[in-house]
């Protein structure tokens, strides 16, 4: 590498540098734009360090989105160091390339971060997805709107003089020679390595394990400072990738054909295992309506119910005292129900969430068109109904999948993310996904113990239990020691098996404390707690077929006080999924009230056994018969003789009633997409 090789090349890219300083200035100078023009001032005084801190992550976002813009000549000025420096012709032919290239993409961001300006100005928030419903409205009106509504000459005269300006200053800077010499190839090696990793970095946005993406924006408590920190152009990508990502398909006589049947009744029939004439109306078969209880009428408890982070059901049965995978949960055990024969309703968090909260087979919703749809399928609506308070609290970023923008049309009147959390919570501490869950289980706590005599009911979603697994400093683990078998069987370095399980201990922990911290308040005489996992973790070991109830399986753990439970027995070794946990709290908590039946009590007394089935992932079915895979060829499973919670194959001979399993798992699918299909397809509220 000759002297003038790299004085070419580091002249090259310190142009860059300053074509970046005029970018990051017009990007902070849009950001400052939405501040001036739609803050409201009154209310941002209390938020002025949130203020900063946007400013902070709204450098590292245009950091990221203008590093990306410039890759191209970054990597062409790579060239410059192995090119004959007599090829004049070749840098000449370089700095035209870059000019134009530099004019075209500073085009797009300055027309991309005008778009997002006047989008803001009309729907309160950066582009998304639903900018790709213009589409779907009449052109021509919506080009008239734009034309009336819109400084359209105004617009274009503005684009028109900081093109000039960009255009100028471009000029300029390209046609600087900056002189640097350093005469050791080594140092000249050194300092290209070190320009190149500063440049990866500034890309990344971020430092730490992932880079900055979307839920980063979620860093306050104020909607519109959490909104400063991005720019148009970024949310410019995520509605692309959003829009790649809708699959949201509404045709109801598709998907019913998809299923086998030719009509909702059809369906609905199998799924109940009842009769249907066409004088029936689908939509009312498919709501159910809980018993009248006086004791719940003058005594409603509050509902807790915790979606937790990855909480397998299988490493229960690596627990023992040299393993400690439950800490504190240990001894709250006996005090609660714990059902095992549980799948979750899919393996994928969002997924999960949704199924849960909004009974949609259909998702992400919260990454559709309809993000900010309200549903007559959430959860929280019997509690509303009724006079609860409702909250949906996560030590999570609620700028993650959107959620910020989706749960609070679903009647949830709070809904707090880790922004929040640290700010409420004394001596909260976070990492890279959000908020500690002792943090979040804190705030569960202060809701209760502040409800002043007004029910609540709590939709809860940790984070902590999830890859790179960090930890509180002030956590002291308990033993987490590998048996000789558990190490032959991992699938993944011990290391990081010892960092899983001890992650999953603390969520267990956290779980337990505050099981515990409630059943001895006041109020633990009336506070149900449910919690769950989102799906199984399956980074540490592999599963054969016959170990599906392993594989897709999560604990479902109940605390119901003494007042509220059932007189007769339970059975705890019922088969269930996700979709039957609400109909069980809405049977513990809410007199005569009606809600979608999404699934069986859990509680409650059934001559019809054959009832309680599991479901995970809209396509593995399991109940005391046995486990059907639903595809295009069934394969059908049984239960080993003398080996609890092990498969085997059988055939539909040997075991006739996998075939019931299958039908009804087919019709539920089926029955939940009709019903969520129909509420999509109403009017907006």
């Not at 062409?76 to 390339?97: M, Q, T």
């Not at 190149?196 to 990344?204: P, V």
């Not at 004439?277 to 807790?304: G, Q």
């Not at 996560?394 to 049309?409: A, H, I, P, Q, S």
Request: aromatic share 16%; glycine share 4%.
């Amino acid at each position: 590498m000759s002297e003038r090789n790299f004085t070419a090349y580091y002249n090259a890219t310190i142009n860059l540098f300053f074509i970046y300083i005029f970018g990051l200035i017009v990007f902070m100078g849009f950001r400052t734009a939405l501040l001036l023009s739609f803050g409201d001032f009154n209310e941002l005084g209390a938020y002025r360090f949130d203020l900063l801190h946007a400013y902070w992550v709204g450098f590292r976002f245009d950091t990221t989105v203008l590093t990306f813009g410039l890759v191209i000549p970054f990597l062409l000025n790579l060239f410059v160091i192995i090119l004959p420096i007599r090829r004049y012709e070749l840098y000449s032919h370089l700095r035209k390339f870059t000019y134009w290239y530099l004019l075209i993409v500073f085009f797009f961001f300055l027309f991309i971060l005008l778009s997002d300006y006047f989008y803001f100005k009309f729907f309160q928030s950066h582009l998304n997805v639903l900018m790709f419903g213009i589409m779907d409205d009449d052109t021509k009106a919506v080009l008239t709107s734009v034309w009336t509504d819109y400084p359209i000459i105004k617009i274009f005269l503005f684009i028109t003089v900081l093109m000039y300006l960009f255009s100028r200053f471009t000029r300029n800077i390209l046609s600087w020679k900056i002189h640097v010499r350093i005469s050791r190839p080594v140092f000249r090696i050194t300092s290209i390595i070190l320009i190149t990793g500063i440049y990866i970095l500034a890309m990344r946005g971020s430092i730490g394990v992932f880079p900055i993406q979307l839920d980063d924006t979620t860093i306050s408590a104020n909607n519109f400072v959490n909104n400063l920190t991005t720019n148009g152009v970024f949310s410019f990508k995520v509605a692309l990738q959003e829009k790649s990502m809708q699959k949201i398909d509404t045709d109801i006589p598709k998907m019913l054909r998809h299923y086998g049947f030719k009509a909702p009744e059809e369906a609905i029939s199998q799924y109940l295992d009842i009769p249907i004439n066409n004088s029936h109306e689908p939509d009312k078969l498919l709501l159910a309506k809980t018993d009248k209880n006086t004791f719940l009428e003058k005594n409603p408890p509050h509902v807790i119910f915790i979606l937790m982070e990855s909480m397998s059901n299988y490493y229960i049965d690596l627990h023992s005292r040299e393993l400690n995978l439950f800490g504190s949960l240990e001894k709250e055990l006996p005090y609660c129900y714990l059902f095992r024969n549980f799948l979750s309703a899919t393996n994928g968090t969002i997924h999960t969430l949704e199924a849960l909260m909004v009974n949609s087979p259909r998702t992400p919703l919260s990454q559709s068109s309809f993000m900010d749809r309200t549903l007559s399928t959430s959860v929280a609506l019997p509690f509303e109904k009724i006079g609860y308070q409702t909250s949906f609290l996560t030590g999570g970023k609620l700028g993650w999948r959107n959620l910020d923008k989706f749960v609070e049309r679903q009647h949830f009147q709070a809904v707090e993310g880790s922004a929040v959390l640290m700010s409420e919570v004394k001596d909260a501490k976070s990492w890279e996904w959000g908020i500690y869950d002792e943090f979040l289980f804190e705030r569960i706590y202060n809701k209760i113990e502040n409800s002043t005599g007004i029910p609540q009911f709590i939709f809860a979603m940790t984070i902590t239990n999830h890859t790179p697994f960090d930890l509180p400093d002030t956590y002291r683990p308990y033993p987490v020691n590998l048996s000789p078998e558990i190490k032959n069987r991992l699938r993944t370095n011990e290391n990081i098996a010892i960092k899983n399980l001890t992650s999953y201990q603390y969520a267990n922990d956290s779980l337990g404390r505050l099981i515990e911290r409630i059943r001895k308040s006041p109020f633990g005489k009336n506070t149900i707690i449910a919690a769950t996992g989102d799906h199984n973790t399956l980074q540490l070991f592999d599963f054969s077929d016959s170990m599906f109830l392993q594989k897709l399986s999560v604990p479902f753990v109940l605390y119901v006080p003494e007042g509220y439970k059932p007189k007769a027995k339970v059975d705890t070794e019922r088969f269930g999924s996700h979709k039957d946990i609400f109909p069980t709290l809405f049977s513990l908590a809410l007199p005569d009230t009606e809600y979608l039946r999404t699934g069986n009590n859990f509680l409650g007394n059934s001559n019809r056994e054959s009832d309680y089935f599991g479901l995970n992932d809209y396509r593995t079915a399991m109940n005391k018969d046995g486990c059907v895979l639903i595809q295009e060829r069934p394969l059908y499973y049984r239960w080993k003789r003398n080996m609890k919670g092990i498969l085997e194959p059988t055939t539909l001979q040997d075991s006739p009633g996998l075939e019931r399993l299958l039908n009804k798992a087919k019709g539920f699918t089926a029955s939940m997409n009709y019903y969520i299909q129909r509420d999509l397809m109403r009017k907006p509220q």
